[in-house]
């Protein structure tokens, strides 16, 4: 599953709650879009993604409905840093974020350390780099205004 997590953040620089939080009903690969609900400045936004994108999140049969990421027991994410029994949540983004960064030998301290914000940040890099397209940028990634972006 976080095969299919990584590809669609890394292809649309969604945040990791904006990711966790993507139903069945707003994902369209067909054409390569999704439709962010859940956001951080509560402004739904519809997000594009190329086709490697979509390739990726095709590797796991996809849910028709409900949450689109689960956990490998088929349960949704915990988006919140405290899980409801008041401990940390073993099932969270960051925990399997974590193993699949240490996995692929990315650093996990110091300056260069590898989080799930820093592929929102390699998204923004890599969309600007092609396109060079400010407001494209500023639209798709969600930011409210250039200097926050």
């Known amino acids: 599953m976080l095969t299919q997590i990584m590809g669609f953040m890394i292809g649309t620089g969604a945040r990791a709650g904006e990711t966790l939080s993507l139903q069945a009903s707003t994902l369209y690969l067909s ?3 999704a439709l962010l609900t859940k956001t951080k ?10 086709e490697r994108s979509a390739r990726m ?10 949450p689109i990421f689960t956990t490998d ?5 915990e988006t919140d840093r405290i899980a ?29 350390k590898v989080t799930p914000h820093t592929i929102r940040h390699t998204w923004a890099t890599w969309h600007y780099a092609q396109n060079r397209d400010f407001g494209a ?4 990634g969600g930011w409210s205004s250039a200097d926050v972006a």
């Open 41 to 50: 400045n509560g402004k739904s936004r519809m997000v594009r993604f190329p």
């Open 84 to 112: 409801r029994s008041g401990k940390r949540d073993s099932a969270s983004i960051k925990t399997a974020f974590n193993r699949a960064r240490d996995a692929a030998g990315l650093a996990s301290s110091g300056p260069e």
């Open 137 to 140: 940028l500023l639209d798709l």
């Open 73 to 77: 027991h088929g349960k949704a994410y």
């Open 57 to 66: 999140m095709r590797a796991r049969e996809l849910p028709t409905i409900g």
């Open 31 to 33: 054409t390569g879009q």
